[in-house]
């Protein structure tokens, strides 16, 4: 069983930048792809990014390409999204999740390993 926690959602505004984390309870985290997805009133869920377990492959939703960058932290357990020029179409929960086929092969399978999910609120 592996849990994860995200943290670090806000209210920022058009422009503003937000780093998200997303932590495991579990060093087992490091054979896991992790992916970042977001859910907007009204919409459906979408994946944003992910990362290999190895940390060496990411990749990215069209839509944040050039904003947001996926990193992983093998010894804190903790992947971090961080999120650059955001705009209101931002405004969403985004969710972590882990995939133990351990590699990045999109979005619409399912994921093994869900957290709660942290509100990012992009608003002047």
């Known amino acids: 069983q592996l849990q994860l926690v995200e943290s670090g959602g806000g209210l920022v505004q058009p422009g503003g930048s937000l780093r998200l984390s997303c932590a495991a309870s579990?060093?087992?985290?490091?054979?896991?792809?992790i992916g970042w997805f977001r859910q907007a009133p009204g919409k459906e869920r979408e994946g944003v990014s992910c990362i290999s377990a190895s940390g060496r492959s990411t990749n990215y939703v069209d839509s944040v390409k050039g904003r947001f960058t996926i990193s992983r932290d093998m010894a804190k357990k903790t992947v971090y999204l961080q999120m650059n020029s955001l705009n209101a179409e931002d405004t969403a929960v985004y969710y972590c999740?882990?995939?133990?086929?351990?590699?990045?092969?999109?979005?619409?399978?399912?994921?093994?390993?869900w957290g709660q999910g942290t509100q990012v609120t992009v608003s002047s």
């Open positions: 579990s060093f087992t985290f490091s054979y896991y792809a």
């Open positions: 999740a882990a995939d133990r086929d351990g590699v990045c092969s999109g979005y619409g399978h399912d994921f093994d390993y």
